[in-house]
């Protein structure tokens, strides 16, 4: 069984950072991808940024102030969000496609889901 826990929401004002984290846990083989969605009221839930081992890939809404990381070591991935906006209040989900014994092709796995609110 695979888990992904996050943390790292909250209030924010415009302008201001917050830090998301999620960690992978379980009977995991290998990740091939990491990365972060959001989902906000009334729209689908959009790709915020994601990283493979040798790539990371933006939505252009973030481009320049969000940025992605992972650690292998850990089953880590995190995202760094500077100069928040009113737009950026959504619920993030972290996602990883893993596979959990060798030769098995990735499955997606989503976490639970954090609130993050950027609002004065």
């Known amino acids: 069984q695979v888990q992904l826990v996050e943390s790292g929401g909250g209030l924010v004002q415009p302008g201001g950072s917050l830090r998301l984290s999620c960690t992978a846990s379980?009977?995991?083989?290998?990740?091939?991808?990491m990365g972060w969605y959001r989902q906000a009221p009334g729209k689908e839930r959009e790709l915020v940024a994601h990283?493979?081992?040798?790539?990371?890939t933006y939505r252009d809404s973030v481009k320049g102030r969000f940025t992605i990381s992972r650690d292998n070591t850990k089953n880590t991935v995190s995202l760094q969000m500077n100069s928040l906006k009113p737009e950026d209040t959504a619920v993030y989900y972290c996602?990883?496609?893993?596979?959990?014994?060798?030769?098995?092709?990735?499955?997606?796995?989503w976490g639970q889901g954090t609130q993050v609110t950027v609002s004065s």
């Open positions: 379980g009977s995991i083989f290998s990740i091939s991808v």
């Open positions: 990283i493979t081992s040798g790539s990371t």
């Open positions: 996602n990883a496609a893993l596979s959990q014994r060798l030769l098995d092709p990735p499955d997606d796995y």
